[in-house]
Structure formats: structure tokens, C-alpha cells
């Protein structure tokens, strides 16, 4: 976990667990894996799913990049990080990693291919030292993409500091460019 000033707490346990309901009931509804697909996930790439949840964009990131990628699965909630490694261990997937930290990765600079935000970002405190990490391990070619919660303050947000632009915006669905540094 980081050390910053003003830490992150994880919601309650309760909100966790509705939520969690919630979005299992949806998810499977819809076809996860044509969606990752769509969001340019390829076979070999390594993925970062920042808040991943209960884990499914991490599984259905982890069948797509396959033998030859990695998906790291961060969560600041314990819950979710026990409930995704159970669906991990379940579905035999070796390249997941999961990462309990309300933001740092540990992760090697400049090693991540695509970063999944989605329904995240909003809840961040420190939102700066997040953008600034994530800058940090993604790839100068990567897309960071950004989903949920009040689209136009996360884009005005996400530009502010220099480390990102916007490159595509698709209905509720932001994918960032990596602007390089000074």
C-alpha cells in the first residue's frame, strides 16, 4: 500500500458485497469478452484492470492476451482481491497477478500495454498521484481507458496535469494516449 498522506480507505464490506451482486447480475447479461476485445485488448499484451472489482474484465483481459501476456488485477479491497484470485484459481489462469494497494503498483516503468479504469476513477482520492502512476507504467503506445461516473469531469480532470489526452471518446468510454514527459 502507499504511503501517502491522505490513504485510501476501501468502502465498507456491505457496499462492497451489493455492489459486487450487482455487477454479477449484469455481467451476465452482456459478453465481456467481445468487449475487452473491443477495447483493442490483443493476444501478448500485458493489462493493468485498476480497480478491477470482482475480477471480470481481469478473466476475460487474461483468456484474450493469453500464454504470452499478463493481466494485473489491483483492487484497494480485500474482498475483491480474495473473490478474483478464487476465479482465477477456478479457471486455471496463470498470467493474473493481483495487487492489494489503494494505488501504487510496484509495477517496472513503462511495462503495461492497456489500463482499464472503469467505474473507478470517481472514487479516487488522490487523483493527481494516481494519474501519475499510471503514467508511469504504461507504455509510450498504451491506452489508458477510462469508464463510469461523470465523464466530462474525468476528461477535464485526466488532461489537467499533462499526462494523458484524450484520443477517442466512444458513448461512455474515454481511451487515453500516454503524453510523453518533459
Keep these: 500500500m502507499s504511503e501517502q498522506k491522505d490513504k485510501q480507505k476501501p468502502m465498507p464490506n456491505i457496499m462492497f458485497r451489493v455492489i459486487s451482486a450487482t455487477a454479477t447480475a449484469f455481467y451476465k447479461l452482456v459478453d465481456i469478452r467481445k468487449q475487452v476485445v473491443g477495447l483493442g485488448v490483443r493476444e501478448g499484451q500485458t493489462v493493468l484492470d485498476f480497480g478491477c472489482g470482482s475480477g471480470y474484465f481481469s478473466i476475460a483481459a487474461a483468456k484474450i492476451v493469453g500464454e504470452r501476456g499478463k493481466v494485473y488485477a489491483l483492487d484497494i ?15 486455471r489462469l496463470t498470467k493474473v497477478i493481483t495487487i ?61 496535469d499533462g499526462y ?8 461512455m468510454l474515454l481511451n487515453f494516449r500516454k503524453i510523453k514527459a518533459d
Design 164 to 171: 494523458f489526452s484524450l484520443s477517442d471518446k466512444h458513448r
Design 100 to 160: 492489494l494497494s489503494d494505488r501504487d503498483t510496484g509495477l517496472p516503468d513503462e511495462s503495461v500495454d492497456v489500463i482499464l479504469l472503469y467505474r473507478t476513477f470517481q472514487y479516487v482520492k488522490d487523483k493527481k498521484g494516481l494519474l501519475q502512476e499510471l503514467h508511469r507504467v504504461i507504455k509510450p503506445t498504451g491506452n489508458l481507458l477510462v469508464r463510469g461516473g461523470n465523464l466530462k469531469r474525468c476528461l477535464k480532470t485526466i488532461e489537467k
Design 77 to 91: 479491497h480485500p474482498l475483491a482481491v480474495k473473490a478474483i484470485e478464487k476465479k482465477i484459481a477456478r479457471e
